[in-house]
Nanobody, 127 residues
């Protein structure tokens, strides 16, 4: 059983930075693409970023490109999301996700079947 646990969510001011972490347990996820989604209040789930098995490729939503950076440390079974220049519209619950083993980053553009999800961490950006 794979478990993903996010941390790092907090209240931040516009322009500030936060770093989210997602630690996986249960099995190594070195053969899974990993990434982040977010869901704001009253909104649908939105893809944020993904990263392939070896750290590449990386993909970003247009809304965060140039501000957010995703990276992973397979030795620690951890994926990070560095969020800079935060905006109020970044306010959301951020969810970590991992693809089924052997699936690449294209899984994040699919129907998302068979993957693994964390419980979410709240990010609130004040203006």
């Amino acid at each position: 059983q794979v478990q993903l646990v996010e941390s790092g969510g907090a209240l931040a001011q516009t322009g500030n930075s936060l770093r989210l972490s997602c630690v996986a347990s249960g099995r190594t996820l070195s053969t899974s693409a990993m990434g982040w989604f977010r869901q704001g209040s009253g909104k649908g789930r939105e893809f944020v970023a993904s990263i392939g098995w070896s750290g590449a490729p990386t993909n970003y939503a247009d809304s965060v490109k140039g501000r957010f950076t995703i990276r992973r440390d397979n030795a620690k079974n951890t994926v990070y999301l560095q969020m800079n220049s935060l905006k109020p519209e970044d306010t959301a619950v951020y969810y970590c996700a991992a693809s089924p083993s052997g699936y690449g980053s294209t899984w994040f553009r699919s129907d998302l079947q068979g993957g693994y999800w964390g419980q979410g961490t709240q990010v609130t950006v004040s203006s």
